[in-house]
């Protein structure tokens, strides 16, 4: 008997659709109902993320965020990226941006590296510095974790080495 891609088990078609672009899901799932569903299944996203896009997004709508950033990897990669919004700030020799972090709507979030550490909140949309914040005495040695949950007081958190723990930050309330 032979197979189809249609009529294929289930966990041979994720394993097919691993090698796909997130394009290719997208043409794939219009070929039939099964496929459509199985394009669906968490999984398949999670494993396009990874191999697609620059980082691997967390949360329910891990679709989108995967084709999103894979349309944006795209035009990144092919020199046709359109900037809409630009925010330049000043720096100098010794800054070291080691990470930059978009989240919630219009927040961006650096962290500096260079003789002391320093996380900076800014604004995109008013094009603003929101908030400075460095450990005084301190560096940063763990990673930076972002809090996706929009309701939650705290928005970021990471590793200093003074205080061997986690520190938690609020942005400023907007307005």
Not at 40 to 55: D, E, G, H, R, Y
Not at 62 to 78: F, I, M
Request: with cysteine; hydrophobic share 40%.
């Amino acid at each position: 008997m032979g197979y189809t891609l249609d009529t294929l088990p289930e966990d041979l078609s994720i394993l097919i659709l691993n090698f796909c672009q997130v394009p290719e899901i997208l043409i794939l799932r219009k070929t039939s109902r099964r496929l459509r569903d199985i394009s669906t299944l968490q999984i398949v996203w999670i494993n396009a993320s990874k191999n697609s896009v620059f980082s691997c997004p967390d949360g329910q709508d891990l679709e989108q965020h995967t084709r999103r950033s894979y349309r944006v990897a795209s035009k990144w990669r092919s020199g046709r990226l359109d900037l809409t919004t630009q925010i330049e700030f000043m720096a100098t020799l010794s800054t070291s941006i080691t990470e930059v972090r978009f989240f919630r709507e219009h927040w961006i979030l650096t962290v500096a590296n260079a003789i002391w550490s320093v996380l900076t909140i800014w604004d995109w949309k008013a094009g603003i510095k929101c908030s400075e914040w460095s450990p005084q005495g301190s560096v940063f040695n763990g990673p930076l974790t972002l809090n996706t949950n929009q309701d939650a007081a705290a928005c970021a958190a990471i590793l200093t080495s003074q205080l061997n723990g986690c520190v938690i930050h609020e942005p400023p309330e907007h307005t």
